[in-house]
């Protein structure tokens, strides 16, 4: 069965730093590019951070670019959201996602999702 499981979130204050982590179970993570997504109460699903497969390639949206480092051990199976500066409009649920295809930029390219972290930023 195929688990991604998220772990690191927590309740932060404005300017503090959190590290995401997502353990990928009866995949190989290689196979998969990784990304991670984010769900504020009454709002879509939106793009975090994306990385290649072999970690080669990241992306990041720009409210998050310059604050935030995607990353990935694939000895390790595990993908990781390093979140620096936080902002209380960074306040969310954290999804890992997985996708077979070349980006994991978009909802509609994820194969498999994590069940969620939530990210809380005090002002």
């Known amino acids: 069965q195929v688990q991604l499981v998220e772990s690191g979130g927590g309740l932060v204050q404005t300017g503090g730093s959190l590290r995401l982590s997502c353990v990928l179970s009866?995949?190989?993570?290689?196979?998969?590019?990784m990304g991670w997504f984010r769900q504020a109460p009454g709002k879509e699903r939106e793009f975090v951070a994306a990385?290649?497969?072999?970690?080669?390639?990241?992306y990041a949206s720009d409210d998050v670019k310059g604050r935030f480092t995607i990353s990935r051990d694939n000895a390790q199976n595990t993908l990781f959201l390093q979140m620096s500066t936080l902002k209380p409009e960074d306040t969310a649920v954290y999804y890992c996602a997985a996708s077979r295809q070349l980006e994991a930029t978009t909802p509609t390219n994820v194969d498999y999702w994590g069940q969620g972290t939530q990210v809380t930023v005090s002002s």
């Open positions: 009866s995949l190989t993570s290689s196979n998969y590019a």
């Open positions: 990385v290649s497969k072999i970690g080669g390639i990241r």
